[in-house]
C-alpha cells in the first residue's frame, strides 16, 4: 500500500509557472510507475504525465508535452510536475497515481493508488 500526497497548487495567470510536488509513503517508491492526472469541472479525469517505474522514462500528453515537465526523486520519494506556460485550459485538480502493474500508462484504470489532489487554477 502507498499513500500518496499532492501539494503545490495554488492561483496563477496565465503565462506562469508552478510545481506540483507527489509525496509517496513508502520504501519502494522507484518500483512504482507514477503519473500525473488531472479533471477539469465538468469533464472527465486526463492524463498528464507518467514517469515509468525503475527507468524513470517521462511520457506526457501532446496536449502538454511542450509545457509540462515530470520527474522524480527516487531518493525523496517524490513526484513532480513542472508547469510553465500555463494556459486558462490548464485549469483543473490535479492528482497523482501510483501503480506496480503494466499496461496502458494513460488509462487511469490501470493505477492502483490515488492522491487527495490538489487546485490548480489559471487566470486569463
Known amino acids: 500500500q502507498v499513500q500518496l500526497v499532492e501539494s503545490g497548487g495554488g492561483l496563477v495567470q496565465a503565462g506562469g509557472s508552478l510545481k506540483l510536488s507527489c509525496a509517496a509513503s513508502g520504501r519502494t517508491f522507484s518500483s512504482y510507475t507514477m503519473a500525473w492526472f488531472r479533471q477539469a469541472p465538468g469533464k472527465e479525469r486526463e492524463f498528464v504525465a507518467a514517469s515509468r517505474r525503475n527507468s524513470g522514462s517521462p511520457y506526457s500528453a501532446d496536449s502538454v508535452k511542450d509545457r509540462f515537465a515530470i520527474s522524480r526523486d527516487n531518493a525523496k520519494n517524490t513526484m513532480y510536475l513542472q508547469m510553465s506556460s500555463l494556459k486558462p485550459e490548464d485549469t483543473a485538480v490535479y492528482y497523482c497515481?501510483?501503480?506496480?502493474?503494466?499496461?496502458?500508462?494513460?488509462?487511469?484504470?490501470?493505477?492502483?493508488?490515488w492522491g487527495q489532489g490538489t487546485q490548480v487554477t489559471v487566470s486569463s
Open positions: 497515481a501510483a501503480r506496480t502493474q503494466g499496461g496502458s500508462l494513460s488509462s487511469d484504470y490501470t493505477y492502483d493508488y
